[in-house]
């Protein structure tokens, strides 16, 4: 699954790439820093069955599971900033938004301290509406989807449908997204024959039902942040709108590295001996901000995008239903994102085309109930796959 952080220059897009990840993104108080795509691995987070299952521990083979909490790897990658005019291809906008159209979800960033006007330059914090970020990044995007329809629609005079979700499947566009896409906006299947103007709602429909949106509403810990957040989320009543202090969680990440902090994503405690003084006063101020908004938000702003907007559930299969293991006797050794409403034949194909191809049938390790190939799975769900190969 990849994530694609989206918005004007210097909001923070990269600044949540490496608190969310292990990345190293150039960050500096200026437009444009980034050029080419920035990428890392992020991970949502729930709870380990292990625990409810009264196990000892478990045996992950793709992230962690730190005191019960499993990570589950997801990619993230940080598109260059976009700028009014980015799909007419002002400042390289067409190319950012074809890197930005490889995501199947994206994070939205806007700037919650009002602090950067619409091309991402440093103003006074609380001049600068935070709501014209989420609606120039949608509105740029969903305007250059609606040109790469125009272009294929005039490359393919009347072919069918399909022909456009051809040319659509290299953004993880499916022909399934345009015929909801007909079906909710009612044009015609013939392509080539929409006009401007059905063009247009047939990408902010497509958008939504390929691309959904999370806006993270970076920089909160401002004096401006509370504010801010809720002209957003009065702006845009159907977006996710997730409160962020990127800055905070990357210095919270670094001083649990240099052993000054114990810090569990929602609390923080000072463990270092013999800090200096601003060190001190630093985390004081960081320990306000974990109180007024209860988190930093980076983990939630991934978490929401996978199991929310990316609307995924985490199936964990194995070989051995009686101890939850494989065949080397590793417990829950592997967490796997599957779309919500997956069946075992769609979890089988996602451990190994074989088992897929050779499906007899699943069994629940928790019941140890026989499930059949149309069941549907469930976030949290411990799978045996039976095969004939």
């Not at 009686?322 to 994102?337: F, N």
Request: proline share 5%; hydrophobic share 40%; charged share 25%.
């Amino acid at each position: 699954m990849l994530l694609g952080l989206l918005g004007k220059p210097n909001v923070g897009k990269s600044t949540i790439l490496n608190a969310a990840t292990s990345a190293q993104a150039q960050v500096a108080p200026y437009p444009f820093t980034t050029i080419d795509p920035n990428k890392g691995v992020a991970f949502a987070t729930m709870p380990c069955p292990h625990v409810a299952l009264g196990l000892k521990a478990c045996n992950p083979r793709n992230a962690a599971c730190i005191n019960g909490v499993r990570q589950v790897p997801v990619n993230l990658v940080d598109v260059a900033g976009l700028v009014p005019g980015a799909h007419t291809g002002k400042g390289m906008g067409v190319e950012f938004l074809s890197d930005a159209a490889q995501a199947d979800v994206l994070l939205v960033v806007a700037d919650a301290s009002g602090g950067t006007d619409d091309e991402g330059v440093l103003v006074s914090e609380g001049t600068h509406d935070p709501a014209r970020d989420v609606m120039i990044a949608v509105e740029e995007f969903e305007h250059w989807l609606a040109l790469v329809i125009e272009r294929n629609a005039a490359k393919n005079k009347s072919k069918p449908l399909s022909a456009l979700g051809e040319a659509l499947s290299g953004l993880r566009i499916t022909e399934g997204h345009l015929h909801d896409t007909v079906r909710k906006t009612g044009v015609s299947e013939h392509f080539d024959k929409w006009n401007r103007e059905e063009r247009w709602q047939v990408a902010k429909t497509l958008r939504a039902l390929a691309k959904p949106i999370i806006v993270a509403a970076n920089k909160v810990d401002s004096r401006f942040g509370k504010e801010n957040v809720e002209k957003i989320k009065k702006a845009f009543p159907e977006l996710s709108v997730v409160p962020v202090a990127a800055d905070t969680e990357l210095a919270l990440k670094k001083a649990a590295e240099k052993g000054w902090v114990k810090y569990d994503g929602k609390s923080v405690e000072v463990v270092g001996s013999n800090l200096p003084a601003p060190v001190l006063g630093a985390l004081e101020k960081i320990k306000g901000t974990l109180k007024e908004w209860g988190s930093t938000g980076v983990r939630e702003l991934v978490n929401r995008a996978v199991f929310e907007a990316g609307n995924k559930i985490v199936v964990f299969p194995v070989e051995d239903e009686t101890h939850y293991s494989d065949h080397k006797g590793m417990v829950l050794p592997d967490a796997i994102l599957l779309p919500r409403g997956a069946t075992p034949p769609e979890l089988a194909g996602a451990v190994h085309t074989d088992l897929a191809q050779g499906f007899l049938y699943a069994v629940n390790a928790r019941n140890k109930q026989r499930l059949g190939k149309e069941h549907k799975l469930e976030n949290g769900d411990i799978i045996r796959i039976v095969s004939a190969r």
